[in-house]
T-cell receptor, first 114, second 115 residues
Framework: ETGVTQTPRHLVMGMTNKKSLKCEQHLGHNAMYWYKQSAKKPLELMFVYSLEERVENNSVPSRFSPECPNSSHLFLHLHTLQPEDSALYLC?????????????FGSGTRLTVV | KQEVTQIPAALSVPEGENLVLNCSFTDSAIYNLQWFRQDPGKGLTSLLLIQSSQREQTSGRLNASLDKSSGRSTLYIAASQPGDSATYLCAVPGYSGAGSYQLTFGKGTKLSVIP
């Protein structure tokens, strides 16, 4: 158990579906992140939340909508995705967004858009 | 903009061998450097976090060193085992263009330890 739990582990969805990814951290951290990992590409930051406020939206299309209801939970709402959005979506947390802190990652959600 | 490079991209070694993975970064003004392990299709497991004031960190058979001035870090794995087979990623935090922070990752080194 890494302290950061992501559900579901695998998700297959059609382009017209709406689904949500969930992330929960049990570490008492104040910052949470969504990353996307596509084949043969470095990890790409999508969103940053600090104390439940979004502090970064890294030019992510609006078909991805994050939600952070409290400092322990982070959601990524998905709608009208494209096949190229198929990837491993990773959630991470850190004590804060200050540069001195390390990150803890979850196990990821493998998303396939058909 | 920070760039992180990892060499080699892939490495295959016989069991029991000691090995070194390399990571270089372009902007030496870093606060820390973190090494992760990723098994196929899985998330990232943090191995070692080296703060900028430290020269090295050790955890079991793993030793990571950091040379800020030259923009380099190495991950040394002693007496490698088949269970060490995975992709190893290094990452450094830095300012993004939007004024907050992000980890910049290398593309990783895929390690295969042959029994």
């Amino acid at each position: 158990e890494t302290g950061v739990t992501q559900t579901p582990r695998h998700l297959v969805m059609g382009m017209t579906n709406k689904k949500s990814l969930k992330c929960e951290q049990h570490l008492g951290h104040n910052a949470m992140y969504w990353y996307k990992q596509s084949a043969k590409k470095p990890l790409e930051l999508m969103f940053v939340y600090s104390l439940e406020e979004r502090v970064e939206n890294n030019s992510v299309p609006s078909r991805f909508s994050p939600e952070c209801p409290n400092s322990s939970h982070l959601f990524l709402h998905l709608h009208t995705l494209q096949p190229e959005d198929s990837a491993l979506y990773l959630c991470a947390s850190s004590q804060g967004t200050e540069l001195i802190y390390g990150y803890t990652f979850g196990s990821g959600t493998r998303l396939t858009v058909v | 903009k920070q760039e992180v490079t990892q060499i080699p991209a892939a490495l295959s070694v016989p069991e029991g061998e000691n090995l070194v993975l390399n990571c270089s970064f372009t902007d030496s003004a870093i606060y820390n450097l973190q090494w992760f392990r990723q098994d196929p299709g899985k998330g990232l497991t943090s191995l070692l976090l080296i703060q900028s004031s430290q020269r090295e960190q050790t955890s079991g058979r793993l030793n990571a060193s950091l040379d800020k001035s030259s923009g380099r870090s190495t991950l040394y794995i002693a007496a490698s085992q088949p269970g060490d087979s995975a992709t190893y990623l290094c990452a450094v935090p830095g300012y993004s263009g939007a004024g907050s922070y992000q980890l910049t990752f290398g593309k990783g080194t895929k390690l295969s330890v042959i029994p």
